[in-house]
């Protein structure tokens, strides 16, 4: 017997290869489970985003249709808006909530205060919002004007403080 012979038949030998084996059968073993929980979590995530997006288009097409809506409707009033919000919201329940802004010039800003009044909304105010607080209304007062919202659906207790809200005037770029 010569000496390589005699190193493969020695039980040291013999036991390193037999733990050698069980590791190397454990690792792939482990990188077969990898691989697989990978597969599985980039379908799921794949899907997700899939989802996501079709729920995104979707709604964008909705709100697309509601300014549409509002462009060619003209002179509507607010009850006919309501009502084609409520049939849009029947249909995509998780958009929150429809709103409508308009210019108001400083100088229009009390008839058209009166105005909101006397269609229905009592305690109609051009405001702001204390957002460091507890949502407190804020006075408003520019002479730039206001982006104010005049619409919001549905209209409820904790909606109607959004009534009135001035949004920040978009910017013009020179």
Same mark, same amino acid.
Request: charged share 25%; proline share 4%.
């Given at each position: 017997?010569?000496? =390589?012979?005699?190193? +493969? ?19 792939? $073993?482990?990188? *077969?489970?990898?691989?697989?929980? @990978? ?7 794949? /899907?997700?985003?899939?989802? +996501? ?13 509601? $300014?549409? #809506?509002?462009? *060619? $409707? ?10 084609? *919000?409520? &049939?849009?919201? @029947? ?5 929150? @909530? ?13 008839? #058209?205060?009166? $105005?909101?009044?006397?269609? &229905?909304?009592? %305690?109609? /105010? +051009?405001? &702001?919002?204390?957002?460091? %607080? @507890? ?12 982006? =104010?919202?005049?619409? *919001? ?6 909606? &109607? %403080?959004?009534?009135? /809200? ?7 770029? =020179?």
């Amino acid at each position: 017997m010569d000496r =390589s012979e005699q190193v +493969i038949n020695t039980p040291f030998f013999a036991r390193q290869l037999w733990w050698l084996g069980a590791l190397i059968s454990l690792f792939l $073993a482990f990188q *077969v489970k990898f691989f697989h929980i @990978k597969q599985s979590f980039d379908e799921a995530a794949d /899907l997700a985003v899939q989802q +996501i997006e079709t729920k995104v288009n979707t709604f964008e097409l909705a709100l697309a249709g509601f $300014a549409n #809506f509002l462009a *060619v $409707a003209g002179d509507i009033d607010d009850p006919e808006i309501r009502t084609y *919000v409520q &049939g849009i919201r @029947k249909l995509y329940p998780d958009l929150y @909530k429809f709103e409508i802004a308009r210019r108001i010039e400083h100088a229009e800003r009390s008839r #058209f205060e009166q $105005a909101m009044v006397e269609k &229905g909304y009592p %305690d109609f /105010l +051009i405001h &702001g919002f204390d957002y460091d %607080d @507890k949502r407190l209304l804020t006075q408003v007062d520019t002479e730039q004007g206001y982006y =104010s919202i005049r619409f *919001v659906e549905p209209y409820t207790e904790e909606t &109607g %403080d959004v009534l009135g /809200l001035v949004l920040p005037v978009p910017q013009t770029s =020179s």
